[in-house]
């Protein structure tokens, strides 16, 4: 299967905002993946285990966030484009990492594990 394509990281001062995008493909009969699977976004700090970041289902009103980007990131999806969007506001030095997109089947999961598929990532820096 073809994997997601990340874009939009890069270097912001904390205090800024970024938005990330997760291009997805469609699968074998023409559908959308945006419609069919849980998107989630995971980061890697350097020298840091993979962590769950953000995820939403197949309805836009199932997301999940992990405690620390709460109220600062929102998840959003782009049906007709067939993409995943993260805003990032407020961005702070411990934001620091390599964001991945990654999907599943079934609901929104705060495990890292249950992803598969992932795409290759896109750094973002926050400098302090």
């Known amino acids: 299967q073809v994997r997601p394509v990340e874009s939009g990281g890069g270097l912001v001062q904390a205090g800024d905002s970024l938005t990330l995008s997760c291009a997805l493909s469609?699968?074998?009969?023409?559908?959308?993946?945006?419609?069919?699977?849980?998107v989630g976004w995971l980061r890697q700090a350097p020298r840091k285990g993979r962590e769950f970041v953000a995820a939403?289902?197949?309805?836009?009103?199932?997301?999940l966030y992990t405690d620390s980007v709460n109220g600062r990131f929102t998840i959003s999806r782009d049906s007709a484009k067939n993409t995943v969007t993260l805003q990032m506001k407020n961005l702070k030095p411990d934001d620091t990492a390599v964001y991945y997109c990654?999907?599943?089947?079934?609901?929104?999961?705060?495990?890292?594990?249950?992803?598969?598929?992932w795409g290759q990532g896109t750094q973002v820096t926050v400098s302090s």
């Open positions: 469609d699968n074998t009969f023409g559908i959308p993946t945006a419609t069919l699977k849980a």
């Open positions: 939403i289902g197949t309805t836009d009103s199932n997301t």
């Open positions: 990654a999907t599943r089947f079934g609901d929104p999961s705060r495990s890292k594990d249950e992803y598969g598929n």
